[in-house]
């Protein structure tokens, strides 16, 4: 609550302003409206220059979420509507309303993690790594401070990993389903079904897992194919306005903001050593993948009493690869490996110095939006658009912030460096560590 009051004040305006566009949309026109035209702008309180100032503003571009999130729009929508007939963006009112769902969202994820880490420790260790979930300074920050919904896939995500860890493939399929219907990002887990398949048995079963995700994701989104065919899948997946975006990073402090402060290129599409950011980005990617299974597989073998757990360790490599090493990724991703990292913690102690500071650079990384002059905010690809006093002012903007934005970009690195450190220490658990007959019945 006390984040809630504050965000109006502090908190980042834009995606939270097009979420009370469209939720006004579907309010008044259905939700089936929001896939065939933009919702158009919104009364929003915005401060400016110390004050706060009534204005119309929204990007109006139409809904780029998937279905799921349509409802959820739809709902938050109307309750705004029963609370402010005239809805106005950026109040308390309106702020407590859009976060109703992340924050339920993210006690189901404490949740989550509370039940998997039950699972191989003890019932005061699952508390804690419940509480540590509920309480993580990136989630807090993405869904009551941004406004941000991230959350929204973390919830059946964390769920979905659990159900893997018990091989029930069919419910982490649909899970996954409900995670892909929510956020075009739901597709972050692809890389965990395609490790289950290469190294976990009953390859059937996981085929039919994904067949179900597949298919949740169509049964949530059957009344837009009746009512606008292919039009909500166009607009989620195929033509996110996110995915437009020609940043090499979207003041995420990763590999790309390194190379932004070297080289000043912001533009993914410039070309790198022959090749284009973007293409080093995927390259990069594959690379951290890659890695993420090898460290995995073998804390798999040194560890076979425990080796079902192997999805905690993966999971939270997977999502530091995914927001390290690729180009256009935004700094409140960061939030996607919070459970998974504490879960971590919890599985494998030697990783959690690592997990510790990643929850630091994350946490730092979200609110990097509000240092003054971040060069990832300010660069335009043409400066030659300003006059030379304005250059000259700018580039005077940028050299004050470079020395904190060097620390963080080298503090991220290496805090995902020292998770990945711990986990390929890790060796096979004393006996005292395993809560009695846990491990090899829950393996079974």
């Not at 309106?94 to 994820?109: D, K």
């Not at 790309?256 to 402060?261: Q, T, V």
């Amino acid at each position: 609550m006390w984040l809630l009051e504050l965000a109006p004040r502090y908190g980042f305006l834009g995606d939270h302003v097009d979420y009370v566009c469209w939720g006004r949309q579907a309010a008044r026109a259905g939700v089936l409206d929001l896939y065939r035209e933009g919702p158009g702008t919104c009364l929003t309180d915005a401060p400016i220059d110390g004050r706060t100032q009534r204005l119309r503003t929204g990007t109006a571009e139409r809904l780029n979420y998937p279905p799921l999130a349509a409802y959820a729009f739809a709902l938050q929508g109307a309750l705004l509507e029963r609370l402010d007939p005239d809805p106005v963006a950026n109040t308390v009112t309106s702020r407590v309303v859009y976060a109703t769902s992340t924050t339920l969202a993210e006690f189901a994820i404490a949740l989550g993690v509370f039940g998997v880490v039950r699972s191989f420790a003890t019932a005061s260790s699952a508390v804690a790594a419940g509480a540590a979930v509920w309480i993580a300074p990136p989630l807090l920050l993405d869904g009551a401070f941004w406004g941000q919904t991230e959350s929204w896939v973390l919830a059946p995500g964390v769920w979905m990993v659990a159900a893997m860890t018990r091989a029930r493939w069919l419910t982490a399929g649909a899970l996954w389903g409900v995670a892909l219907a929510a956020k075009p990002s739901g597709l972050i887990f692809a890389p965990l079904w395609l490790y289950a398949f290469l190294f976990r048995a009953r390859r059937a079963r996981i085929v039919g897992g994904g067949l179900v995700a597949v298919l949740v994701l169509n049964a949530t989104a059957l009344p837009f194919w009746i009512d606008s065919g292919d039009a909500w899948l166009r607009a989620a997946y195929l033509e996110n306005f996110v995915y437009r975006l020609q940043w090499t990073t979207a003041m995420s402090f990763n590999v790309w903001y390194a190379d932004l402060l070297t080289t000043g290129v912001l533009d993914p599409r410039r070309p790198l050593l022959g090749l284009t950011r973007d293409a080093w980005g995927t390259l990069l990617l594959a690379a951290g993948l890659a890695a993420a299974y090898v460290l995995t597989r073998a804390w798999e073998r040194r560890d076979p009493g425990r080796a079902c757990y192997g999805m905690l360790p993966l999971a939270a490599l997977v999502m530091l690869a995914a927001v390290l090493l690729p180009t256009r990724v935004h700094s409140t991703y960061g939030a996607f490996t919070t459970p998974f990292l504490i879960a971590t913690a919890f599985l494998l102690p030697r990783a959690a110095p690592g997990v510790a500071a990643c929850l630091v650079t994350m946490s730092l990384q979200i609110l990097s939006w509000q240092w003054g002059h971040l060069l990832a905010m300010h660069l335009q690809p043409d400066e030659s658009i300003f006059p030379p006093a304005v250059r000259a002012y700018r580039r005077e903007l940028r050299r004050l912030d470079a020395p904190r934005e060097w620390a963080l970009t080298v503090a991220n690195l290496l805090a995902a460096a020292a998770v990945a450190g711990g986990i390929a220490a890790t060796r096979r658990p004393q006996d005292d560590r395993r809560r009695p007959g846990g491990d090899t019945s829950t393996a079974r």
